[in-house]
Each structure stands twice: as structure tokens, then as C-alpha cells.
């Protein structure tokens, strides 16, 4: 399996500095995606546990997560990371005049643990084009979903 991340470069403003202009980031691109069908064919070639059985694991494994953090627990997977709910919203002067409306959105973090933290340390990078925006199809590349006649 290749170690190695795509990206492309990409202009950006920052938002601290507007009046600096524009510079260029370098963006990953993603080179594709793994469906849980998929991680279950990968698991099941590297042990004696069937892709079926996998599969049900990790369905049940989303399940007993969202359990978790919907009571306010943290979720620890060994060397993969913890979950944890955190909350963001306004503040008080005080402790006592604190309400709960003052929260305004959860949120999921995640903690990456040593075994993610550890393949970030040894990636390489490969440079690629900029892929296009979905809205910047050329126009025989877009399909008309009007009949004519």
C-alpha cells in the first residue's frame, strides 16, 4: 500500500491578515474512499475472522461509539484514538449566570493515537493537478437531463 499522500496547490486568504492577499497552500487530495464492505475484505485477507463477521463488528462498533458519546463518555480505541464530545458557545461573567443556551453546537474530537500519529511521521508527498470543482465541468462533459424532440 503506497505511503504516499496527493496534493495540489491552491490559493488561499488569510483570514487574520485579509489585506495581505493571496498565497498558496498545498491542499491533500483524496484518492478515493474505503467503504465498510471494503475494510472488512482488507481485514478478513489478514486474519482467520470472515469479511460477514467483520462487517457486523464494525456496524456494531458505530453503534456502541454514538451510544457512548450520547452518555457523555470517552471513547478509547487503544492506539487508533479517543472520541470525545466537546461544545462551543458564548460565556459568562459568571458561573452562576451560566445557562444552558449559551451552548451553541457539539461537536465530535478526535485525538488521533500512537498508531495514526505514527503513519503521519512517514508519509511522502506527491504533487498533482488542482482536480476541478464539480461546477467547473466542460460543457461536453455535462449531461442535459432535458429530452428533446
Known sequence: MSKSVSYSVVPRKNPQEPEAGVRFYAQAQASGDVTVRE??????????????DVAAVLTALEDVIVEALSAGEIVRLA?????????SGKGADSEDKYDVSMINKARINFRPGLALSGMLTALSFSKV??????????????VSGVNEG
Open 129 to 142: 493537478n488542482k482536480l476541478p470543482k464539480k461546477e467547473e465541468k466542460k460543457p461536453e462533459e455535462e
Open 39 to 52: 475494510m472488512s475484505e482488507r481485514i478478513q485477507r489478514t486474519c482467520t475472522v470472515t469479511r460477514a
Open 79 to 87: 492506539d487508533l484514538g479517543t472520541f470525545q464530545i466537546g461544545v
